[in-house]
């Protein structure tokens, strides 16, 4: 008699209970070495649910050998729903087609094998009747999609990333503080990374590390690990470390807090600006977790970004910065405008969307049924041919730049990524082109390298000022506490008069830093020994400053207030001194004059470095400067020339 199946029509001649046994006793022995060199899981139960057949590739999935007559509707050793959760034997797939007596189609399972490793696949269990029409079991097939499962993730984790990149950018393009950046980063990491905690903390001026921004960490975590960091502050080289499983890592005193909380897993990922670490962010996760490289390399570029605005908002150049950070989140931005087609064998193209119409200028009605080759230029068109050849192989091509040609001839740089194209027997009949416009990044990188040359350039200018005023400062120092002390006051006055320089904005070139006015320098070196009531007081003609006259008259005034403070007027409360400037010719003059204080004399002779200062002030600036040692307070005169305050 004919044996079927209920849905597929399959029919081979059949006497007994058993399909395959049946096979062979008709000299069908053919049949059965054909299922049993089948790629794919086939096996067969009786009417009651136990094991008759199972080929080697069911043998393969499973993981283990069921026993024929025995195991019942799967051979799986566990049996699990697609979200984790405990399915019987008895509630699997193939006993419910056993006892609805229909296929059932649709739906995936999670097998696990002895040796603890895990297989997703699609059951087709469909029964089986003979030709008089009586039930006699059911044939499953078991597809393994653990690899379509995973790629689907990588989708979803790629969109989710892009997602969380996107909202990244748009929100540090909008922060007007570093803890609205951090904030932004915090939801970024959580987000991208799929972790449910995360936190961002930056040293402070103690070089202690402080939390800055933090999501789902209770007061006593952060109160117990607030300070703790594997790197020093500006230190270079770092990298990011993670610990895959906390019960195992050697984590000291700190340990038992991190399982308190209940974290499993963590990845320290440094903050850096200049390449010198600055702060850290912390990811979180509730069960051991292996951070895979592309979780680093996203890792590294939140912290890169954030490093970024930090960086900015600390130097108060929101102005240039801003244009910098719009150019970068611009990119990340435009990236989600991708430009997508796809070809055949020989590089004709079959589709076209309208990203890729923006891209290059071409309609979708100019373009298909033509050569890809149209898109390159000239010199790149051998592209073509290497890439269909790598295409052929089944090579998938990620992230390749390369340059294309628009419709109006113009060239533009992208990024391109080409997967394979396969037909529903697997075999590749062409390729999908996915292809990003990086013309903005690449120029935002240009200007980037530009500002990291100028911010180079002011910091050697500074520390070769630095060295100056220690060597200067070594010879009225009695002690190295009163060597310290005036260092410090004097790189405080350099460090208020540079921050001048960023302050104003230019009305020139809006954007950038506006020349410093004398007054103004004058008077924010002078602000701290006004006290409540002024005692300072200035008036006269304005000028502006370059950068070289900005940090000797910083010095100049700070050392004339220094000394007013310790030995002249404003030693005394009622003390007072007024500061004028004039203007004669070429010449600028500024007189400083002190009333009120003790009675003075005149100097003993010996050259502090008040006196030396004064000599390089003249040498800088062409100009003089004299002492007038009266019995009412000490007159200074300072004459320059002022094309040479523009230096």
């Known amino acids: 008699m004919a044996l079927i199946t209920e849905d597929r029509g399959w029919n081979a001649e059949a006497s007994g209970s058993d399909l395959i046994d049946t096979f062979a006793k008709s000299g069908l022995q053919e049949a059965r070495q054909m299922l049993d060199a089948v790629p794919v899981a086939i096996y067969r139960t009786d009417e009651f649910g136990r094991i008759t057949y199972f080929n080697e590739a069911a043998a393969d999935l499973w993981g283990c050998r ?14 699990y729903t697609t979200d984790g959760q405990p ?16 296929p059932v189609r649709n739906t995936e399972a999670v097998a696990e094998r002895p040796d603890g490793s895990r297989v997703t696949f699609m059951p087709l269990p469909t029964p089986l009747y003979d030709t008089t029409g009586t039930f006699i079991g059911a044939m499953n097939v078991l597809v393994d999609i653990s690899e379509r499962k995973r790629v689907e993730e990588k989708l979803a984790r790629t969109a989710r ?34 972790c449910s905690r995360a936190s961002v903390l930056l040293f402070d001026d103690a070089g202690v590390m402080q939390f800055a921004a933090w999501r789902n960490l209770s007061e006593s975590y952060r109160r117990a690990v607030a300070g703790h960091t594997p790197w020093q502050p500006n230190e270079t080289g770092a990298r990011p470390i993670c610990i895959d499983n906390v019960e195992t890592a050697d984590l000291g005193p700190l340990k038992p807090v991190i399982l308190q909380e209940g974290i499993q897993a963590l990845a320290f990922v440094p903050i ?36 970024i605005n930090v960086a900015r908002l600390r130097a108060d150049d929101l102005r240039g910065q801003s244009l910098m950070a719009s150019r970068l989140h611009a990119a990340v931005v435009d990236s989600s405008d991708d430009g997508i087609m796809t070809k055949d064998l020989q590089g004709i193209i079959t589709s076209w969307n309208g990203g890729a119409e923006r891209l ?18 000239p010199d790149r068109r051998v592209e073509a041919a290497t890439i269909l050849e790598r295409i052929r192989n089944g090579e998938r091509l990620e992230h390749y730049e390369t340059v294309r040609q628009r419709k109006d001839g113009s060239l533009v740089d992208i990024s391109l990524t080409v997967s394979p194209i396969k037909d529903g027997a697997g075999t590749i009949v062409g390729a999908s082109k996915i292809a ?88 924010t070196i002078v602000a701290p020994y006004q006290g409540q009531q002024p005692r300072i007081f ?42 004028t400037s004039s203007r004669h010719g070429d010449r600028i003059h500024v007189v400083w004059a002190e009333r009120g204080g003790p009675l003075v004399s005149s100097s003993d002779g010996k050259e502090g470095f008040g006196s030396a200062l004064a000599r390089g002030v003249a040498q800088q600036l062409d100009g003089d400067l004299m002492r007038d040692w009266r019995p009412d307070g000490l007159v200074v005169r300072v004459t320059m020339r002022t094309d040479r305050l523009k230096d």
């Open 87 to 102: 399915m019987r034997h008895d509630e699997c797939p193939m006993a419910v087609a056993l006892r609805e007596r229909r």
């Open 360 to 377: 290059y200028g071409y309609t979708a009605e100019e373009v298909i049924g033509k050569p890809v080759s149209l898109l390159m230029p």
């Open 538 to 579: 200035i008036t006269g003609v304005d000028w502006s400053l370059g950068r070289t006259a900005t940090t000797s008259l910083a010095l100049l005034f700070n050392e004339l207030a220094t000394n007013a403070a310790k030995y002249g007027s404003l030693s005394t409360p009622d003390g007072f001194v007024a500061v």
């Open 66 to 79: 069921p026993e024929l007559g025995k195991s019942e509707f799967c051979g799986s050793w566990k049996l």
């Open 161 to 194: 990333e892009q997602a969380a990149l996107y909202q990244f950018a748009d929100r540090l393009n909008r922060s007007v503080s570093v803890a609205e950046t951090c904030d932004a980063a915090v939801d970024a990491i959580t987000s991208a990374l799929a």
């Open 436 to 523: 990003r416009d990086i013309t903005e990044r690449r120029r935002a990188q240009d200007h980037q390298q530009m500002l990291l040359r100028e911010m180079e350039h002011r910091i050697k200018n500074l520390f070769n000022v630095a060295a100056s005023v220690v060597e200067l400062s070594v010879r009225g120092a009695d002690t190295p506490k009163a060597l310290a002390a005036a260092v410090r006051d004097r790189l405080s006055a350099l460090s208020r008069a540079h921050a001048l320089t960023l302050a104003k904005p230019s009305t020139i070139a809006p954007g950038s830093a506006g020349p410093t006015m004398m007054l103004d320098l004058i008077e």
């Open 272 to 307: 850096t600006v200049d390449g010198g670490v600055v702060g850290k962010f912390m990811a979180y996760f509730d069960a051991p977790h292996h951070i895979s490289e592309d979780e680093l390399n996203l890792a590294n570029t939140i912290a890169f970004q954030l490093g």
